[in-house]
């Protein structure tokens, strides 16, 4: 027996076809582009769980559906630099191989692959939007604004003609990136920014009772339940509607493991002590095969010497045995700190000193966290 119809529909590389309380940001960012011709950089700006990135994508997806009918050849292209960048050169890379895989053979300088990108669109008559996410954490990251500068003047560079990139498009979470730009940076990323605002209660309240309605079978979740994971999020997420989504999609499963065919409070109340914002499935997903197994180690340790922090040494040691337990080659000293120091940038682990390292939870629940989180990353590594 199941309570879902589309289980997959609260993951997140779903997209739904609509976004409820977004139609504003969506039809204005369609608006600025659907000529296909000017050349905008625009900014989307907002905190977790917004938006911003789904409807960087859904209006990606009506512009490619346009272009279609107008005949003209367009693609929307998407790079997240928190997961796909760890330098300039692979960005220019990932956004060249995403227009076409076989357009570089050859190995060349990242000034080098933009005009390579630029003749090849010129040449195929080819027009691109580009959506540059998690800008925030790169430039933070201390990997500075360089790439704001190459984006944002590329029909500088290449002369005077246009260059068939109709528009950049940056989602941050937080203004304070662009700080660290020089003058010339910022004036040509300009200031055309949408704010996407948290949803108020009853925006999140719409919004979850829409995702239920695709994801559940019908009368499986009740309003009183859709009411509960609404003020849930709205009270500890901050209106994250990452965390509604990852709440139904455990309180489902835990309700299908009983053999329920109904979502009850008590299901979300149960999800609710394994899902934390900070760190969501989709960040779960998202890391490397070291970074799980280093995560996995700290979460470890922190559980065997029950403390609310462990030293550097003691996540070594656990990772050590853990590489044993999956025979798995062990990383050196250095590269092991430098999935710390990622895991740290990704706001997963909190390194206060060599000798202070927590996981970013409440201390009263990390005990149960940690059980639920190594029970997931060990689900994790044996599906990688
Ligand atoms: N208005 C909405 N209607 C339906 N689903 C939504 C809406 N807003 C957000 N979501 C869903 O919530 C999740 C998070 O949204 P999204 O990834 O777009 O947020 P974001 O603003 O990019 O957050 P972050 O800054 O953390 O990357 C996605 O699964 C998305 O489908
Ligand atoms: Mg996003």
């Keep these: 027996m199941s309570v879902f119809r589309d289980k997959e529909s609260l993951t997140p590389k779903y997209i739904p076809e609509k976004l409820p309380h977004r139609d504003k940001e969506i039809n204005l960012l369609y608006d600025l582009y659907r000529d296909f011709s000017y050349s905008r950089v625009i900014q989307l700006e907002g ?61 060349v300088s990242a000034e080098e692959l933009l005009n390579i990108l630029i003749r090849y669109l010129v040449k195929r008559n080819l027009k691109i939007l580009l959506a540059v996410d998690e800008i925030d954490y790169y430039v933070k990251s201390l990997r500075g604004g ?25 989602i941050s979470r ?31 309240y719409d919004i979850v009772n829409f995702r239920v309605e695709k994801a559940f079978k019908r009368g499986a979740v009740s309003n009183s339940v859709i009411e509960y994971v ?30 329920s065919n109904r979502v009850t409070v008590e299901h979300i109340r149960t999800a609710s002590g394994n899902v934390f914002r900070s760190i969501t499935t989709e960040d779960l997903m998202s890391l490397t095969r070291d970074e799980i197994y280093i995560l996995l180690a700290t979460a470890i340790a922190l559980k065997s010497k029950r403390n609310a922090y462990v030293s550097i040494e003691d996540i070594y040691d656990e990772y050590a045995s853990l590489c044993e337990q999956y025979q798995t080659r062990l990383k050196n000293r250095r590269k092991f700190i430098e999935v710390l120091e990622s895991l740290s940038n990704k706001g997963m682990i909190d390194i206060r000193s060599i000798t202070k390292i927590s996981i970013n939870v409440p201390v009263e629940k990390l005990e149960k966290f940690l059980d639920a989180l190594i029970n997931r990353l060990d689900n994790a590594l044996h599906n990688k």
Excluded: C
């Design 47 to 107: 905190q977790a769980g917004t938006g911003k990135t789904s409807t960087a994508h859904l209006v990606g997806m009506r512009l490619n559906d346009h272009a279609n009918k107008e005949n003209v050849y367009f693609k929307y292209v998407y790079v997240n630099l928190k997961l796909e960048a760890p330098t300039r050169f692979v960005l220019y890379k990932s956004i060249v191989s995403k227009v076409d895989r076989g357009i570089v053979s050859r190995s």
């Design 230 to 259: 609404s003020d849930l999020t709205v009270n500890y997420a901050n209106s994250d509607i990452r965390y509604a989504l990852d709440l139904l999609y455990y309180a489902g499963i835990i309700a299908e493991n009983e053999g």
């Design 146 to 170: 360089g790439i704001v500068y190459d984006l944002t003047r590329l029909n500088e560079i290449y002369g005077e003609k246009p260059t068939n990139i109709i528009g950049v498009i940056f």
């Design 174 to 204: 937080d203004k304070s990136w662009k700080n660290v730009l020089n003058s010339a940076e910022k004036s040509s990323l300009g200031n055309i920014v949408i704010e996407f605002n948290p949803y108020n209660a009853e925006e999140v």
